[in-house]
């Protein structure tokens, strides 16, 4: 049932000024008409314009909410069918109401992403848009949120369109010599270098995930250190808030606590720490015993030494418990940022030097000194393996990077039977297959339970 009438919340299920129902499929205008005080007028409301009602419930009489109806009618339209999309007031019991009166008069609820798959099934958007819609709407930051704008602007899709054309071609050309293998040239109709150009092209497509990602989903960065180093205040000053307890009393904080920051477009979950020492107090052990845990879970750790004491035996044995050898991070681990804290205090001493490994940071959390150079080396420590503002193109989407990975092998064989001089019909399944993929990818060549696994994940009203 393609153009059946959908409804669904739009915004969040939560009390606010405005709410917005959204409605879509063949004869929608009219069945919502129906359900106002003003059905001729509403019906009539041309695509592109508003107007006011009353929502009247056609079983009690009642008025349940004023309203202002936005109509749009196919094809001219998010979905490609007619849709509504009703303003109401943003009350939780009367948007309940209003989508209960649809859903008794011939609306049904809609899917997660049901709008949107529409839309792909209509032909107004590829499926690398159709995914860009919800990461917009995950995205974290305003990096994240404009990668995911230019996908949605059809940055994916232009590439994966282009690439597919230089391949169409060397299949056209393909195809007329296995059709007349009477003309046979002698030449082979692939160009190698064309191969190796849409190649190279889909490999740093497929590269630009990890950068995807890291806008998107982010990392998670722990500061840990003894007692008293800084780390609560450092939290603090990441945050530029005063969120977590400072004190002189050593063992402040016991539970680890964390927070998002946003470093240079990069969403960071933050994890300030109990500090680590002996203790035989059995809350702060457990604190202890949870920091380890945080530690050993995150991505970069910030391990903090207070400058004014300098490092101690203890920081020497839990920066080698870390995979820390003094000289630096052994191979094995987990990326360690060692950072000298205090240095605004007149007599804080130097660091020590770190032969072979990645020297202190000097910071003041109190100053704010050196907290920004501190912040510049985590982003270099965590990516990004592009640079934000590159314009490139980049997927944040695991199918569209294993189809993208699919195509390179299937090109690395294009180009392995070239180089063995392999008869151009068993290479132009080779080429076929990059050419499948790609299909795949904007949605021109796909199955039914990839568009439920693609849309699964949208959001109700989207
Ligand atoms: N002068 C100066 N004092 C600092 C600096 N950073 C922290 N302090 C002080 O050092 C003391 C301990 O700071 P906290 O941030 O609570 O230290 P912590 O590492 O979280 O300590 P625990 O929670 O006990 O593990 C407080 O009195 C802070 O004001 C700094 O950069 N300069
Ligand atoms: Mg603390």
Redesign the pocket.
Known sequence: MEHDLIAALATPFASGALAVIRTSGDRCIESLALLTDRPDAIAAIPGGRIKRATVIDPDSGLAVDEVVIAVFRGPHSYTGEDVAEISCHGSVPGIRRILDILFRNGFRPADPGEFTQRAFLAGKIDLTRAEAVQEIVSSQTAVGHEMALRRLGGSIEATVRGITDDLVQIMARVAIQLDYPEEETGEIPIDPKTVAAARARLSALAGSYRTGRLYQEGVSVAIA?Q???????LFNAFLKEDRAI????????RDYISSRVDFRGIPVEIY?T??LRETSETIEEEGIRRTRTVVRGTDVVVY?VDGTTGMTAEDDQILAELGWDGDGPTSTASRLIPVW??I??PGCKEPPPVSGGSPFSRV???TMEGVDALVERIVAEIGPVQPERSGAPVIDSLRQKNLLERAVVALDDVATGLAAGMPVDAISVDLQEALHALGEIIGEVTSEDVLDAVFSGFCVGK
């Open positions: 250190g007692t008293n180093a800084g780390k609560s205040s400072v004190s002189d009393i050593h063992g402040t904080t300030d109990a500090g903090l804290n205090k605004d205090v003041s959390a109190t």
